[in-house]
Antibody, heavy 115, light 109 residues
Framework: ELQLVESGGGLVKPGESLRLSCAAS????????MAWVRQAPGKGLEWVGR??????????DYAAPVKGRFTISRDDSKNILYLQMNSLKTEDTALYYCTTDTRSWGQGTMVTVSS | QTVVTQEPSLTVSPGGTVTLTCASSTGAVTSGYDPNWFQQKPGLAPRALIY???NKYSWTPARFSGSLLGGKAALTLSGVQPEDEAEYYC?????????FGGGTKLTVL
């Protein structure tokens, strides 16, 4: 059974950093394109970024609001996807979902940025 | 800044048919934008329904169908069930970067 389990969320102050992890199982992670999607409280979905598989060049694309501050990476030896978030802003407050390029979704981990 | 637009809300009667649309600020939506559709119910993670404009997943109910209609991506629900009441989001991809629409709240009444 496919599983995506996010962790690493929490409460941080503006300007601080946080790293989210997503443990994947039940599918061939090395071949999967993976994406992060977020949802602010009471708001709609926002695409954050996507990383392709190593065989597809491990190309990474980011949404404009996070480009230059967030970094997506993957550890294929551990089946883990990461989202490094730097220079966090209050508007980054959201539930962050790990997805298999939006096909399958985890339950999300909450990030709150507040002073 | 690219904007993807959906109807904010729609209402349909049980057993009826409704079409949700997804428009792009850049012009006509084509299959090249890889239109995807998602359903989200309160308190739950989204569930993918359609990819590539019209392709269904193994779990997508037969009453859901996707298409390209009049320069937009469209999601049609035929024979709507009460459990179809939810928020529906479309996703378009622009050179690898995804942009979600604002969502359509579908009420079954």
């Amino acid at each position: 059974e496919l599983q995506l389990v996010e962790s690493g969320g929490g409460l941080v102050k503006p300007g601080e950093s946080l790293r989210l992890s997503c443990a994947a199982s039940g599918f061939t992670f090395t071949q999967a394109w993976m994406a992060w999607v977020r949802q602010a409280p009471g708001k709609g979905l926002e695409w954050v970024g996507r990383i392709k598989s190593k065989t597809d060049g491990e190309t990474i694309d980011y949404a404009a609001p996070v480009k230059g501050r967030f970094t997506i990476s993957r550890d294929d030896s551990k089946n883990i996807l990461y989202l490094q978030m730097n220079s966090l802003k209050t508007e980054d407050t959201a539930l962050y979902y790990c997805t298999t390029d939006t096909r399958s979704w985890g339950q999300g981990t909450m990030v709150t940025v507040s002073s | 800044q690219t904007v993807v637009t959906q109807e904010p809300s729609l209402t349909v009667s049980p057993g009826g048919t409704v079409t949700l649309t997804c428009a792009s600020s850049t012009g006509a939506v084509t299959s090249g934008y890889d239109p995807n559709w998602f359903q989200q119910k309160p308190g739950l993670a989204p569930r993918a329904l359609i990819y590539g404009a019209s392709n269904k997943y193994s779990w997508t109910p037969a009453r859901f169908s996707g298409s390209l209609l009049g320069g937009k991506a469209a999601l049609t629900l035929s024979g709507v069930q009460p459990e179809d009441e939810a928020e529906y989001y479309c996703l378009l991809k622009y050179g690898g970067v995804g942009v979600f629409g604002g969502g359509t709240k579908l009420t079954v009444l």
